[in-house]
């Protein structure tokens, strides 16, 4: 089991335009200092028809079709850019929340 998550991208990777679901999610991962592994698993397009290839092993690992689709240590699955952008903010929240309790601990 890889320690850091897993992010299932299609082939536009982190180019494309700013929206681009695949780009953004990797941009709110890297300004919150997650480490992840990416694997590119298909030809996505958000006009199905234009979709290629087969995601048969995208489903296999994942249980879902979906691109964005994120993958935690713990086998959990997030799809949709929407809930990994929220899962990204969880995290860095409680990142806050423990360094703010650290500093005030060692403050008393
Ligand atoms: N609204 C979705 C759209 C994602 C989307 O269009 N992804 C493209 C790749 S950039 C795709 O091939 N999606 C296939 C799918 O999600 O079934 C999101 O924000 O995650």
Known sequence: ?????????????DGGPPFHPC????EALRAAGIEY???IAAHGSPI????????????????????PTLKLPDGTVISHSR???????DQSEREDALRR???SLLKN
């Open 48 to 67: 199905p028809f234009l979709r290629r290839g087969s995601r048969d092993e995208l489903f296999k690992a994942t249980g879902t079709k979906k691109l």
């Open 37 to 39: 592994r990416k694997v």
């Open 83 to 89: 809930a990994i952008l929220a899962w990204v903010r």
């Open 1 to 13: 089991m890889s320690e850091h998550p897993t992010l299932f991208v299609c082939h536009g990777d």
């Open 101 to 103: 309790r650290e500093a």
């Open 23 to 26: 780009r953004r999610v990797q």
